[in-house]
């Protein structure tokens, strides 16, 4: 069987279709059922509600600038072992967004408006930390993971009582991202640079806070 080599219009073509679906489809069809179903959802005022549905459209946020984070390191990845792995991860961020798209909708929300801007960023992110190489690049996603990892924490104490199916979708998500992040270390992640962690923590706030409220 002949394997095709992928010319650079190729790759640009794939690049614009993983954009497209990952920025417009707001709920995408996940691999693994929603860690939510069968738990039943509490009545809600309008002020937990619109809480609730801030929280989740930041968490669908992250998941936007998973996918293109682990496309842009993809996409310039040296190495077909990492590429193949980045892009595994990658479609379990898809599961991730699939269940924030739907839990958005059940509270009667929609995702970011910025979504466009949040992929376009976060994808230069990812493809710049590949340039470096692919140790970096891996150190990337241990650092980005760890983050995640720790913001969700920071949900499942800020989410309205009773909000356990959103809940039970934030634990999954945060056990997902911890993994992530050990086979990245695993697989020879390098730690970054000190200033760019705290360069991370400061992006990620201002998304989160932007997000919140669009």
Same mark, same amino acid.
Not at 126 to 141: E, K, N, P, Q, T
């Given at each position: 069987?002949?394997?095709?080599?992928?010319?650079?219009?190729?790759?640009?073509?794939?690049?614009?279709?993983?954009?497209?679906?990952?920025?417009?489809?707001?709920?995408?069809?996940?691999?693994?059922?929603?860690?939510? +179903?069968? #738990?039943?959802?509490?009545?809600?005022?309008?002020?937990?509600?619109?809480?609730?549905?801030?929280?989740?459209?930041?968490?669908?946020?992250?998941?936007?600038?998973?996918?293109?984070?682990?496309?842009?390191?993809?996409?310039?990845? *040296?190495?077909?072992?990492?590429?193949?792995?980045?892009?595994?991860?990658?479609?379990?961020?898809?599961?991730?967004?699939?269940?924030?798209?739907? *839990?958005?909708?059940?509270?009667?929300?929609?995702?970011?408006?910025?979504?466009?801007?949040?992929?376009?960023?976060?994808?230069?992110?990812?493809?710049?930390?590949?340039? #470096? +190489?692919? *140790?970096?690049?891996?150190?990337?996603?241990?650092?980005?993971?760890?983050?995640?990892?720790?913001?969700?924490?920071?949900?499942?104490?800020?989410?309205?009582?009773?909000?356990?199916?959103?809940?039970? #979708?934030?634990?999954?998500?945060?056990?997902?991202?911890?993994?992530?992040?050990?086979?990245?270390?695993?697989?020879?992640?390098?730690?970054?640079? %000190?200033?760019?962690?705290?360069?991370?923590?400061?992006?990620? %706030?201002?998304? %989160?806070?932007?997000?919140?409220?669009?």
């Amino acid at each position: 069987m002949t394997v095709r080599t992928l010319s650079p219009l190729d790759r640009l073509l794939i690049e614009a279709e993983r954009a497209l679906d990952t920025v417009f489809v707001a709920t995408p069809a996940a691999r693994e059922p929603s860690p939510a +179903g069968g #738990i039943a959802d509490p009545v809600f005022d309008d002020t937990a509600r619109r809480h609730a549905a801030g929280l989740m459209r930041i968490n669908h946020v992250g998941e936007v600038c998973a996918q293109a984070l682990y496309f842009g390191q993809a996409a310039v990845a *040296r190495d077909a072992t990492l590429r193949a792995h980045l892009l595994e991860a990658a479609a379990e961020e898809t599961d991730h967004l699939g269940w924030c798209g739907q *839990r958005l909708d059940e509270l009667a929300s929609r995702p970011s408006l910025l979504n466009p801007l949040w992929y376009a960023g976060a994808w230069a992110i990812g493809a710049g930390a590949g340039l #470096i +190489g692919d *140790r970096l690049s891996l150190g990337f996603v241990v650092e980005t993971e760890r983050q995640v990892e720790a913001h969700l924490g920071e949900h499942l104490e800020a989410l309205p009582d009773g909000d356990e199916r959103s809940r039970a #979708i934030v634990r999954r998500m945060q056990a997902d991202e911890a993994r992530h992040a050990e086979n990245a270390l695993a697989a020879g992640a390098a730690p970054l640079p %000190k200033p760019l962690p705290s360069l991370m923590r400061f992006a990620s %706030k201002v998304m %989160k806070t932007v997000a919140y409220r669009l």
